[in-house]
Every structure is written in structure tokens, then in C-alpha cells.
Nanobody
Framework: EVQLLESGGGLVQPGGSLRLSCAASGFRFSNYHIAWVRQTPGKGLEWVSSISSYGYYKWYADSVKGRFTISRDNAKNMVYLQLNSLKTEDTAKYYC????????????RGQGTQVTVSS
């Protein structure tokens, strides 16, 4: 059974930082790219970033490029998303997702972790 468990969310002031973690299990982790997506109330899911199976390639949405950094540790089945220079518009529930197809496509995602950026 595919399982993805996100952690690390919280309340942070604008300009602050957070590091999100995602623990994966139930599939051959190093065979798949992993994506982060986010959702705000009333909006659909927005793709944020993806990392290739061995971490050689990374992709970012224009809205987060230069502020967020994705990484992975295949020995630990973990993916991370470092969020820097946070803005109020980054407030959302963040999900990690098991990749399928193109770099921004996926088939399973976790339960999410809430990130709230507010002064």
C-alpha cells in the first residue's frame, strides 16, 4: 500500500522559512519522481515542485522558483521541501505525491501538512 506522510508545516511570519518532510513507503521509492502540490480553500490543486527519481532533475512552479528547494534521500525514502522567503500567498495545505507520467503528474498523495504564512 502506497503511503506518504507529510510533516513540518506550521505558522510562520512573512519572510520566514519552513522545511517540509515526506516519508514514503509501499513502493520502490527510487523508481519514481516525487512531486509537491498545494491547495488553498476554494482553489484546486497547484503543482509546486518535482524531483526526479535520483534527484538529478528538479522542477519548480514559477511562483516558487528561487524560494523553494526540493531534495530527496533515497536511502531513507524521504523527500523534503525547503520553503524560504515565505509570502502570505504561500498559505496552503501541502501534499507530497508519488509521481506517474510527466514530471508534474502523480497518482497518489498524502494527507498533507498545513502551512500558514501570517503576521
Amino acid at each position: 500500500e502506497v503511503q506518504l506522510l507529510e510533516s513540518g508545516g506550521g505558522l510562520v511570519q512573512p519572510g520566514g522559512s519552513l522545511r517540509l518532510s515526506c516519508a514514503a513507503s509501499g513502493f520502490r521509492f527510487s523508481n519514481y519522481h516525487i512531486a509537491w502540490v498545494r491547495q488553498t480553500p476554494g482553489k484546486g490543486l497547484e503543482w509546486v515542485s518535482s524531483i526526479s527519481s535520483y534527484g538529478y532533475y528538479k522542477w519548480y512552479a514559477d511562483s516558487v522558483k528561487g524560494r523553494f528547494t526540493i531534495s530527496r534521500d533515497n536511502a531513507k525514502n524521504m523527500v523534503y521541501l525547503q520553503l524560504n522567503s515565505l509570502k502570505t500567498e504561500d498559505t496552503a495545505k501541502y501534499y507530497c505525491a508519488k509521481g506517474q507520467g510527466q514530471f508534474d503528474e502523480y497518482d497518489y498523495r498524502g494527507q498533507g501538512t498545513q502551512v500558514t504564512v501570517s503576521s
